[in-house]
């Protein structure tokens, strides 16, 4: 079946520093990967995307690859801002799916 | 301005008294869904429609109903809500199945 497993948060950085949240996912298929921010009392938005292998999805600084071989798709930003606090949740849709398998998300708190 | 609108935002109700959760959207997507957001557990699909007239069980239907009567509502019905039931609740569309999809709000129902 498909599952995402995401790195348990919350994640507390300082302003200016690197961000690494860990997303691997189960797919019986070849699925689109998707990271999606929920800001504090709103719903989700999409950030990024990468709907194959190797590819790259990018978005406000933020970046993911779509990494096959080792079935993960891990959010990175080099240097985050107090404005990045929010809950991040990585998902993924098979191809034909009529549905968003969610990560737990990870909650960020960037400080000054 | 392209949005995903929800009402009631928050919501206080009893056991077993009916509550209609409306949701609405006006990009003129086809594809709408609705999702609870649990604790550690991320966000799970209650239901799905493909278009009017045309709707089909999510992950976790038991204990709601939805109706599309017209394209852009897309209501979700809890006709005897139980403390289990108390959730955040979002409702998304896309213009094709899970891809890419646009939360509205969210909306915040305790039952007590």
């Known amino acids: 079946g498909n599952s995402v497993t995401q790195m348990e948060g919350p994640v507390t950085l300082s302003e200016e520093a690197f961000l690494t949240i860990n997303c691997t996912y189960t797919?019986?298929?070849?699925?689109?990967l998707f990271w999606y921010v929920q800001y504090p009392g709103e719903g989700l938005q999409l950030l990024l995307k990468a709907t194959k292998a190797d590819d790259k999805g990018s978005n406000k600084g933020f970046e993911a690859t779509y990494r096959k071989e080792t079935t993960s798709f891990h959010l990175e930003k080099g240097s985050v801002q107090v404005s990045d606090s929010a809950v991040y949740f990585c998902a993924l849709s098979e191809t034909g799916a009529n549905n968003l398998f969610f990560g737990t998300g990870t909650r960020l708190t960037v400080i000054p | 301005e392209a949005q995903v609108t929800q009402n009631p935002r928050y919501l206080i109700t009893v056991t077993g008294k009916k509550l209609t959760v409306t949701c609405s959207q006006n990009?003129?997507?086809?594809?709408m869904s609705w999702y609870r957001q649990d604790p550690g557990l991320g966000l799970r699909q209650i239901y799905y429609s493909m278009n009017v007239e045309v709707t089909d069980k999510g992950d976790v239907p038991e204990g709601y109903k939805v109706s599309r009567k017209e394209k852009r509502n897309f209501p979700l019905i809890l006709e005897s809500p139980s403390p289990n039931q108390t959730s955040l609740y979002f409702c998304?569309?896309?213009?094709?199945?899970?891809?890419?999809?646009?939360f509205g709000p969210g909306t915040r129902l305790t039952v007590t």
């Open positions: 990009m003129n997507h086809e594809y």
């Open positions: 797919a019986t298929g070849y699925p689109s």
């Open positions: 998304a569309s896309s213009t094709d199945r899970a891809y890419e999809q646009y």
